[in-house]
C-alpha cells in the first residue's frame, strides 16, 4: 500500500514551458485535490475533484488544469508556467471532501520556475 | 478575511515545558476541525481531529469552542520530536474544501 505518491519529486522549468505533475493514490479515495504551498500563505486548494470525472476550482486555479479519468490518478498540468508558481505541490486524497476525514497527502513536488 | 487564522510563532519552549496553540476559523458553516503536523520539507500529517467535547491522545489535548470559533491544541511534557509546523485545518458542510492556516511553529530546545 504505497498511499499518495507523486512524481517528480523536483522539477525546474523556464518560463513558458509546460508540464504535468502526476499524482497517484491506491487507497479508493473518491476526493483528491491539489494544493500550492508558499511562505506564509500557507496550503492553498488549486483544484478538487470528488470522483472520475468530476472536478472543480478551488482558491488558486488560474494557470492549472486538471482531469480525473480515473479514481488512482489526479494530474495536474501546468499551461505556462510563470515565476509566481515557483512553489511546493502537495496532492492529497481523502474518503469524502466533507466530515471527519483524514487528508493523506504525498510527498510533495517542488518546483522552480526560472 | 481568512478562513482559518493562526499565530505563526516561533514558539520556543524547553522540554517539559506545556505549549498551547490557537487558531481562529471565520465561517460558522464550519464543521469538522484538525490539527495536522508538518515536518521541515514534508508532508502534512494528521495529529488530531477536534470534536465539540474536545479530545486527548497522550500529551495532546484539543478543544473547540463553536461559540467564539476558535480550535486550540495543547501540548504538555514537550519533546524534542514534538518540534514541527501545527496546521490548523477546517472544513464546512458544504463545498468539498479543506481550508489550512497557515500554521504555528514550534521549536522544543534540550
Known amino acids: 500500500n504505497a498511499g499518495v505518491t507523486q512524481t517528480p519529486k523536483f522539477q525546474v522549468l523556464k518560463t513558458g514551458q509546460s508540464m504535468t505533475l502526476q499524482c497517484a493514490q491506491d487507497?479508493?479515495?473518491?476526493?483528491m485535490s491539489w494544493y500550492r504551498q508558499d511562505p506564509g500563505m500557507g496550503l492553498r486548494l488549486i483544484h478538487y475533484s470528488v470522483g472520475a470525472g468530476i472536478t472543480d476550482q478551488g482558491e488558486v486555479p488560474n494557470g492549472y488544469n486538471v482531469s480525473r479519468s480515473t479514481t488512482e490518478d489526479f494530474p495536474l498540468r501546468l499551461l505556462s508556467a510563470a515565476p509566481s508558481q515557483t512553489s511546493v505541490y502537495f496532492c492529497a486524497s481523502s474518503t469524502s471532501g466533507t466530515g471527519y476525514n483524514e487528508q493523506f497527502f504525498g510527498p510533495g513536488t517542488r518546483l522552480t520556475v526560472l | 478575511r481568512k478562513e482559518v487564522e493562526q499565530d505563526p510563532g516561533p514558539f520556543n519552549v524547553p522540554e517539559g515545558a506545556t505549549v498551547a496553540f490557537n487558531c481562529t476559523y471565520s465561517n460558522s458553516a464550519s464543521q469538522s476541525f484538525f490539527w495536522y503536523r508538518q515536518d521541515c520539507r514534508k508532508e502534512p500529517k494528521l495529529l488530531m481531529s477536534v470534536y465539540s467535547s474536545g479530545n486527548e491522545d497522550g500529551r495532546f489535548t484539543a478543544q473547540l469552542n463553536r461559540a467564539s470559533q476558535y480550535i486550540s491544541l495543547l501540548i504538555r511534557d514537550s519533546k524534542l520530536s514534538d518540534s514541527a509546523t501545527y496546521l490548523c485545518v477546517v472544513n464546512r458542510r458544504t463545498g468539498n474544501q479543506f481550508y489550512f492556516g497557515t500554521g504555528t511553529s514550534l521549536t522544543v530546545i534540550p
Open positions: 487507497m479508493n479515495h473518491e476526493y
